[in-house]
């Protein structure tokens, strides 16, 4: 079975989506877009690419902002994770419903299997939920892993995400 990262990166590439930033042997990862950013470590040894959703895979629409593929190797047997990264302001709400079109976006499909290593990441101001909220978030958190078999988070600006290993 081909790994999901690895399938969706050569899939982007085949469809002449070429990563903004590069494959590269890197051990911190940032993208940032209207003065959000993203920023996660990755483990010693691994290749990773960030690919440009909004406004270049997917023109129109909802969609989420950056797409953050991380592999062993680009080989067909080689393992890897993929983080959906929506970088926002407040509106969280708006930031799943963006998600949620990107992964069920065509060149996003099939959705990820248990044996998957996928992410969603929403970057925030730095606004805290209110308790009401919270609870809606973890719901949200619950429907992702049944439906997507993807893990998500909310992030503070800047606020550096787990380690990126496989």
Partial sequence: MVD???DRSARLEAAGF???LGWKKRTNVSVSENGKT???AVAEGLKSAVFQIDGQIIRDGAKCDKYLAVVEDKESNAKGMAVFIELKGKDVSHAIDQ???TLKSRLFLPLPQKSDLVR???VTAGCRPKSSSKLKLE???KRFKILYNTELRVLKNLQSD???AI
């Fill in 4 to 6: 999901y990262a690895v």
């Fill in 18 to 20: 070429f990563p903004d």
């Fill in 38 to 40: 993203y920023r996660a």
């Fill in 99 to 101: 998600l949620e079109v």
């Fill in 120 to 122: 969603a990441r929403i």
């Fill in 139 to 141: 719901e949200v958190r």
């Fill in 162 to 164: 787990t380690t990126i």
